[in-house]
């Protein structure tokens, strides 16, 4: 069973995907806030990140960056979740060292796939 | 010489005579040699012969009338009763015969003679012939109360005397030319000068008119100058012509001024009642002949000039006719400066109204930037008075410590070309005012003389729109907070509404999974609502943002066409997709080219029912073009005329019918315009609607660079 590391402030979104994403089968760990969300990638060994981008103490971008700087973290896939399109974003989380992004609202089967395709790379 | 000694005093000796004689001969060779004119030759012939000591008392000068043959009397003496210009008509009198033969003819006895006039009852006469350059012109005919009163010593004076009178009347004949040929120069001469001195074109023609009249010796006449737009002369001076003819109008043909201005040639006629086309407008006028010339520069028409005389006995000869060719290139001339003179007034008049009278501020400066003029609109703009600005260099006057530098480069530059700008200047009373400025150099005869600074009060216009820029701005940043705050409980609701759909599936209750669907379809609805008008509000704010990145195309499409396929499977369409066989690579917003093509394609399927929707690709080296065509319902005209503007769905009943914002073509048109392209439309109703999309390939203009990412 894949392990994945949920990073989201907002509660509701946060509950939402961490229960769908479970329902599929997933072991789901949830971090509220960049600074959290890197301390615990770094000891829990996912096989996965869901990164929000937009994230108090440290943004998504910056904990990308802090992970991939790493070698616990190096090479865990990350998935960079952006608010609506917005110019630059996808961008920018590429940059900084995500391996896919994708757009809220969680289209899940579209979510899916992506988690799918990046778990059987590194498989 | 029988008649002198009668009348002298026989005690004079001969001696004494002889010399009285001579002396008396002396005296009329020295009068006839100082006479100026004819007329004092012919009085000092006369004169001087009648004199004691030579005894002639009845005598006179003829002249010869040369078209008549009569001859005319010039002076005389001792004849009272006999006018002056008397005319013995040709063939009568005794001096005919001298005339005739141009030899001296002695009549002893006048009384034997048939042919003889009588101013004497009885007597003798002698016809001494007038002759110049061998030309017999009149005659001296000398009378005596007796008979036989002449002699060999009288034919021997009266000889010498008509010679010496011949020699004298030809000089003076020429000095008569002469001076004729140097009045006409000063006449000429007069006129230019007077006319080209002049430039007020009715004063002109006034001018024109009057030394025609005078130079030619006419009764008068008239000047009329050519309006090329009608193609007619229009009469602008009369002189005693009896009438005043001034603005009578006469076409090409009309007239005798007609007529020249058509032939382009003078013409005279010699009697105007019997001409043939001679124009009503002048039945009422009493002339007996006319002499008309076009006025021409060149071979160009300014105008027509006629004379006339009312005298029947005066008639215009070929001397006339040069005389006015002579004058008639000057007075076309004249008329032709003072035409452009006051055209050139009327200009200027013209400019100096609309400077008077513009809202712009307009100053001129010299060559140091010091002012010149000033109109009232820079008066009441900069508070200085006209005669408080002149001589005062601008930039001191009207900026500030701040802006000196600013305005000081403007001034030089203007000196040299066209310069334009905004800016802040001082008014008189230190308050600050919005310009915008145009600088223009004054250049005259290829010469710059200065400059001309332009101020056109913008400080209204400026406020108003940071007023407005702050509204728009003050309504986008709410529109995206709003969309935002609005955004999050929206995904929540989105979010929930899929999770308990997903649940329901799992424990079998399939009577919940309809309205979760509505809730979920609804929200999605909503979400996309609120996504365009983010877009828009961003589009209109000016703070949409273009990612430009050089991208195949061919993967684009694909990714777009697997999207959109559900959608087209929904109202079993079928899609046809056709693109050319290299497409290559594309320079704009991907994921904004992305959303333009899935707009248009959501919208075709929407507005389609099992029908075709055809997606193309084509380029060329400059454009990639993607359509979308539909066999829909089609749009009215009046319908595609609303179609690009925000919030114009057809209807509102086709919102409710077919779902959508309504903003999605307008966002497609923005972006497309964002990235230097553009969308265009074409429908019919009920048949189909085709959407084009026209992108330059190497991105909008200003950005030519290469991708780097």
Redesign the interface.
């Given at each position: 069973m894949a392990r994945i590391l949920l990073v989201e402030d907002?509660e509701?979104?946060r509950d939402?995907?961490s229960?769908?994403l479970q329902?599929k089968g997933y072991e789901i760990t949830m971090a509220v806030d960049g600074r959290e969300g890197v301390d615990k990638a770094r000891t829990g060994g996912f096989d996965l990140i869901l990164m929000d981008m937009s994230l108090p103490e440290i943004d998504g971008w910056e904990a990308t960056r802090q992970l991939r700087a790493v070698p616990e973290t190096e090479h865990t896939p990350i998935i960079a979740l952006t608010?609506?399109?917005m110019?630059?974003d996808?961008?920018k989380a590429l940059e900084a060292g995500c391996d896919d992004y994708d757009t809220?609202?969680?289209e899940?089967p579209r979510l899916l796939e992506k988690i799918e395709t990046l778990l059987r790379r590194d498989a | 010489m029988p008649h002198r000694s009668r009348t002298g005093p026989r005690t004079t000796s001969a001696r004494s005579a002889a010399a009285h004689r001579q002396a008396a001969l002396l005296r009329l060779s020295t009068a006839i040699a100082a006479a100026q004119d004819e007329e004092a030759i012919y009085r000092s012939v006369v004169n001087g012969l009648h004199d004691e000591a030579l005894g002639y008392n009845f005598l006179g000068v003829f002249l010869l009338d040369s078209e008549t043959g009569d001859r005319v009397l010039q002076a005389s003496v001792g004849w009272p009763d006999v006018p002056t210009e008397w005319r013995v008509h040709r063939g009568e009198g005794l001096s005919e015969q001298a005339v005739q033969d141009g030899k001296l003819h002695y009549t002893p006895d006048v009384t034997r003679e048939s042919k003889y006039l009588p101013s004497l009852a009885s007597g003798s006469e002698l016809d001494v012939p007038l002759r110049v350059n061998g030309r017999t012109i009149g005659v001296l005919v000398v009378e005596s109360a007796e008979p036989n009163a002449f002699g060999d010593e009288d034919f021997e004076i009266l000889q010498a005397a008509t010679n010496q009178a011949g020699i004298a009347i030809a000089r003076a004949r020429l000095l008569e030319a002469e001076r004729r040929r140097a009045d006409e120069h000063k006449a000429l001469l007069d006129t230019m000068a007077d006319l080209s001195s002049e430039l007020e074109l009715s004063r002109v023609l006034q001018a024109v008119i009057e030394r025609a009249v005078t130079l030619l010796g006419v009764t008068g006449g008239e000047v009329a100058i050519y309006e090329e737009e009608t193609r007619e002369l229009v009469v602008v001076a009369s002189e005693r012509i009896g009438k005043d003819s001034t603005g009578t109008r006469l076409k090409m043909g009309e007239g005798a001024m007609g007529t020249v201005a058509r032939t382009l040639e003078p013409l005279i006629i010699p009697s105007y009642h019997e001409w043939l086309g001679q124009s009503a407008k002048y039945a009422d006028v009493l002339v007996h002949s006319v002499m008309a010339a076009p006025l021409l520069i060149g071979r160009r028409l300014v105008g027509a000039i006629a004379t006339v005389h009312s005298d029947p006995a005066r008639v215009f000869n070929q001397e006339d006719l040069r005389l006015l060719n002579l004058f008639a290139p000057q007075a076309a001339v004249a008329i032709e400066n003072a035409r452009l003179y006051t055209a050139a007034q009327r200009q200027r008049q013209y400019f100096r109204e609309l400077v008077r009278n513009s809202p712009v501020a307009i100053v001129t400066l010299n060559q140091v930037y010091r002012v010149v003029e000033c109109n009232p609109a820079f008066e009441s703009l900069f508070g200085y008075p006209q005669a408080e600005a002149v001589g005062r260099n601008l930039d001191e006057l009207i900026a500030t410590d701040a802006t000196r530098e600013e305005a000081e480069q403007y001034t030089r530059e203007a000196l040299d070309r066209p310069v334009h700008g905004i800016g802040r200047r001082k008014r008189k009373d230190g308050t600050m005012v919005d310009v915008e400025i145009l600088g223009v150099p004054v250049i005259v005869d290829d010469e710059r003389v200065g400059l001309m600074g332009l101020y056109h009060d913008i400080s209204e216009l400026l406020q108003a729109r940071r007023d407005a820029e702050a509204a728009n701005s003050a309504k986008s940043q709410f529109l995206a907070s709003m969309s935002h705050e609005l955004?999050?409980p929206?995904?929540?609701i989105?979010?929930?509404s899929?999770?308990l759909q997903?649940?329901v599936e799992?424990l079998r209750q399939p009577q919940l999974q309809d309205d979760l669907t509505k809730i979920n379809t609804a929200g999605r609805h909503l979400?996309e609502l609120i996504?365009d008008i983010?877009d828009l509000s961003k589009i209109e704010a000016g703070k949409m943002?273009?990612?430009l990145e050089t991208f195949p195309i061919e993967p684009m499409l694909e990714d777009v066409i697997t999207t959109v396929r559900p959608l087209v499977m929904k109202n079993a369409n079928h899609l046809e997709v056709r693109r050319a066989d290299r497409l290559g690579t594309l320079r704009a917003?991907l994921?904004k080219v992305r959303?333009m093509l899935l707009n248009l394609l959501s919208n075709a399927c929407k507005f389609t029912d099992h029908g075709t929707i055809t997606l193309s690709a084509d380029r060329d080296d400059q454009h990639v073009v993607f359509t979308v065509r539909d066999s829909g319902i089609g749009m009215t005209a009046e319908q595609m005329e609303r179609l690009f503007e925000a919030f114009a769905q057809a209807d509102a009943a086709t919102t409710s019918k077919y779902g959508g914002t309504g903003l999605g073509l307008v966002i497609t048109k923005r972006f497309a315009h964002l990235m230097g392209g553009d969308v265009q439309v074409m429908s019919t109703p009920g048949k189909g609607s085709t959407f084009t999309i026209e992108l330059p390939a190497r991105g909008p203009d200003g950005d030519r660079e290469p991708a780097t990412?």
């Open positions: 907002n509701m979104n939402m995907l229960r769908r329902r608010a609506h399109a110019a630059g996808r961008e809220k609202p969680i899940l | 955004r999050t929206l995904n929540a989105i979010g929930y899929e999770m997903e649940e799992e979400l996504n983010l943002q273009l990612h917003d994921t959303q990412d």
